[in-house]
């Protein structure tokens, strides 16, 4: 994936190939995941679909997965995920019904999503910044979580025009997030969001992430994710009702004055 985004080295397509065969002849869920995108962007179709139906077959899938679900196990729904993307990928949008903002994507590392979720909205506007410089425009150490108001502060510091707008975190809140989501990628525009994940299993009760949100199926009440923490091209899809869910946060920093929200970052007089 690094050498796939040029993430701190030059890109390096042989190479991202040579590694990404070589994982999914290991049975790496997430090499073959990767290398099935690889085989898509070369239009060996055939050979991408039989990429992600190994990986789909490694563990348990579903219509759509979980956010908070295993690392192998996203891998897996990835996989069917893109299965079943395929033909979305290349349909033309349709406002109000369908529509889908092809994104660059790189992989996060550890505990780098909100620059890196940055990072790739960034590249999406021309910029060729990895995850890691864009941590480091921010005060807080590598390896620690971002504020996001230094992240908004550092998207300045490259010249480019983000806002931060927020949602109410009920019902007629998410209703509204998701009718300006939709116009936003109508207009060929992603958005970057946070996510919050509650349960025993994370430190303190809960955790936090945040990943772009890029395209939405109105018929099956789906959208779809660009996720830094999964592997290249990055793309799931979620069910509305589990965006509901996790698309709310307190977790964002200052900006938040633990207030839970639906916050979002959206592109400022494109």
């Not at 999914?24 to 690889?38: C, D, P, T």
């Not at 480019?160 to 207009?187: H, M, R, S, V, Y």
């Not at 809960?206 to 830094?228: F, K, M, Q, W």
Request: some cysteine; proline content about 6%; hydrophobic content about 35%.
């Amino acid at each position: 994936m690094v050498y796939l985004s040029g993430e701190g080295v030059t890109p390096d397509p042989v190479q991202a190939r040579r590694l990404a065969e070589r994982a999914a002849e290991l049975n790496n869920s997430s090499g073959w995941v990767v290398l099935g995108e690889i085989q898509f962007q070369a239009g060996e179709l055939d050979a991408a679909k039989a990429s992600w139906t190994a990986a789909s077959k490694l563990k348990p899938t579903g219509a759509t997965g979980h956010p908070a679900q295993p690392s192998d196990n996203a891998s897996a729904q990835q996989g069917a995920d893109l299965l079943k993307l395929i033909d979305h990928r290349r349909r033309k949008n349709e406002p109000g019904k369908f529509g889908f903002v092809q994104m660059p994507h790189i992989h996060q590392g550890y505990n780098n999503c909100g620059s890196t979720a940055c990072a790739t909205f960034a590249r999406f506007q021309g910029s060729e910044i990895g995850g890691w410089d864009f941590k480091r425009l921010c005060p807080s150490p590598l390896g620690t979580g971002t504020d996001w108001g230094h992240l908004l502060d550092a998207s300045k510091k490259i010249n480019q025009n983000w806002k931060l707008i927020t949602f109410t975190p009920d019902d007629a809140g998410f209703e509204e997030a998701t009718a300006f989501l939709k116009k936003e990628i109508d207009a060929g525009r992603p958005m970057v969001v946070d996510f919050k994940y509650i349960g025993p299993q994370y430190a303190g009760g809960s955790a936090g992430h945040t990943l772009n949100v890029c395209g939405y199926i109105r018929a099956e009440d789906l959208y779809i994710l660009c996720n830094p923490a999964v592997a290249s091209p990055g793309l799931q899809l979620i069910t509305a009702a589990d965006l509901k869910n996790f698309w709310r946060s307190d977790h964002y920093g200052g900006l938040s004055n633990g207030v839970l929200s639906r916050p979002a970052f959206v592109i400022e007089n494109p």
